[in-house]
């Protein structure tokens, strides 16, 4: 070995470590700068971490979703409830609608009867013209009120209006017409008492003038005998075929 490699070689060493230190400590920093740059940027195609306030962003999203489907199902049931209302009310009027119909209508004061006797017909058994229209039907048979309305008389001798028409009621009606029913076997209503269409009021029967059991019916413009009109006629006009 010469005396110049023996001397420079221990300097040269030296410089070569630091240049070794100096080296590992710029690639550390290059290594820490690559790392901050690649935590802000992230790498293409690889998610960010996620950091406190991505969390409070989507936790907000969240919350907000829900009460916004809260509030669409408050008001569908709000509807649901206004919707359940209408019905309600739809169903109310049709049925009022119907019991007003029901009450301003007429029925026959019979069912399964044949037309005798009719009004205005001539006989020995009148003292002047057939004041009604005779249902036959046997003893016993259901007699209905033929309209909504008052009673207004019941009872023996024709209520009134004499022992030829026997047992007899006598209804007031909204309209100013009054029905008599006659004959009867029994009177199931008293003075004063409100009835409806199609009420029952009494048997038919076979009291007073007659010549078998039947039900002798009336329509009239006042309570008494002597103010009948055709009950057939009357009753067609009012949509009830006799």
């Not at 470590?17 to 080296?23: C, E, I, L, Y």
């Not at 039907?137 to 024709?158: D, E, F, L, Q, R």
């Not at 009134?160 to 029913?181: E, F, P």
């Given at each position: 070995?010469?005396?110049r490699s023996k001397f420079r ?106 037309l005798t006797a009719k009004f ?123």
């Amino acid at each position: 070995m010469s005396l110049r490699s023996k001397f420079r070689t221990p300097h040269t060493n030296v410089r070569r470590a630091r240049v070794a230190v100096v080296a590992a400590g710029l690639g550390v920093s290059l290594a820490g700068g690559a790392g901050a740059a690649f935590a802000a940027t992230g790498d293409a195609g690889t998610q960010a971490p996620v950091t406190p306030a991505s969390t409070a962003v989507t936790t907000a999203a969240a919350v907000h979703q829900q009460a916004d489907a809260q509030a669409k199902a408050a008001t569908h049931a709000k509807q649901a409830a206004a919707h359940a209302k209408q019905v309600k009310a739809a169903k109310a009027k049709a049925a009022k609608a119907a019991a007003a119909k029901k009450a301003a209508s007429w029925i026959d004061p019979v069912t399964h009867y044949t037309l005798t006797a009719k009004f205005d017909d001539s006989g020995s058994h009148w003292m002047h013209k057939h004041s009604g229209q005779d249902f036959a039907v046997p003893v016993g048979t259901a007699v209905h009120a033929a309209h909504t309305g008052t009673i207004v008389k019941a009872g023996p001798h024709g209520a009134g209006d004499g022992d030829a028409y026997g047992n007899a009621i006598v209804i007031r009606h909204s309209d100013g017409k009054y029905s008599q029913y006659a004959h009867l076997s029994r009177i199931e209503v008293h003075v004063g008492e409100h009835v409806k269409t199609g009420d029952e009021i009494a048997k038919s029967g076979d009291t007073g003038n007659t010549t078998g059991p039947h039900l002798h019916f009336e329509i009239r413009t006042t309570p008494n005998y002597g103010s009948a009109i055709n009950p057939v006629a009357f009753l067609n006009k009012m949509g009830v075929k006799v």
